[in-house]
T-cell receptor, first 115, second 110 residues
Framework: NAGVTQTPKFQVLKTGQSMTLQCAQD?????MSWYRQDPGMGLRLIHY???????DQGEVPNGYNVSRSTTEDFPLRLLSAAPSQTSVYFC??????????????FGPGTRLLVL | DAKTTQPTSMDCAEGRAANLPCNHS???????VYWYRQIHSQGPQYIIH?????ETNEMASLIITEDRKSSTLILPHATLRDTAVYYC???????????WGAGTKLIIKP
């Protein structure tokens, strides 16, 4: 299994440009999520999905869109990039275990620089 | 806001046990405690989780106090490769969210 894969690894954008960060998993996990991590800080949840066709907002959703048309893929779209979106973006997938149990598997991250 | 409190940084000698504390005084009865680590800006890696009982796996042990207000992650024989930021996280019971704090930077010294 490849696990969770993310592309691209690194991207430079100009303010106002749009782009899509790709995330795929081959573990047949129901749950997928997107986080951003700013320097010296923990991860903050952007959007998440509990299954194909179902998405919801996390802690910092503004400026980002997601969709989940398949179990495997969960792309993150930046509609109009801003310098404040310069960050490292991590995608994660997980399976729900018993009540309250859930182990997340993370991709390697996409480093985004917005000029 | 993070529901956990951890020291900012810790040192440990190679080969010794590393004990990482975490306070989660507002934890609810059905909320699990999770530990992840992040090595040099890679994607976080799951270590262990628990609810009430102590847990052990091939990576670490998790000791949870009886009142569940704090826990300790134990790496029994730390190696240089264990140098990382360790995150103690409580999964919010009401929704699908892991609230991440800044974690503890653990430095293993030769």
């Amino acid at each position: 299994n490849a696990g969770v894969t993310q592309t691209p690894k690194f991207q430079v954008l100009k303010t106002g440009q749009s782009m899509t960060l790709q995330c795929a998993q081959d573990m047949n996990h129901e749950y997928m999520s997107w986080y951003r991590q700013d320097p010296g800080m923990g991860l903050r949840l952007i959007h998440y999905s509990v299954g194909a066709g179902i998405t919801d907002q996390g802690e910092v959703p503004n400026g980002y869109n997601v969709s989940r048309s398949t179990t495997e893929d969960f792309p993150l779209r930046l509609l109009s990039a801003a310098p404040s979106q310069t960050s490292v973006y991590f995608c994660a997938s997980s399976y729900p275990g018993g009540a309250g149990e859930e182990t997340q598997y993370f991709g390697p991250g996409t480093r985004l620089l917005v000029l | 806001d993070a529901k956990t409190t951890q020291p900012t940084s810790m040192d440990c000698a190679e080969g010794r046990a590393a004990n990482l504390p975490c306070n989660h005084s507002t934890i609810s009865g059905n909320e699990y405690v999770y530990w992840y680590r992040q090595i040099h800006s890679q994607g976080p890696q799951y270590i262990i989780h628990g609810l009430k009982n102590n847990e052990t796996n091939e990576m670490a042990s998790l000791i949870i106090t009886e009142d569940r207000k704090s826990s300790t992650l134990i790496l029994p024989h730390a190696t240089l490769r264990d140098t990382a930021v360790y995150y103690c996280i409580v999964r919010v019971e009401s929704n699908y969210q892991l609230i991440w704090g800044a974690g503890t930077k653990l430095i293993i010294k030769p």
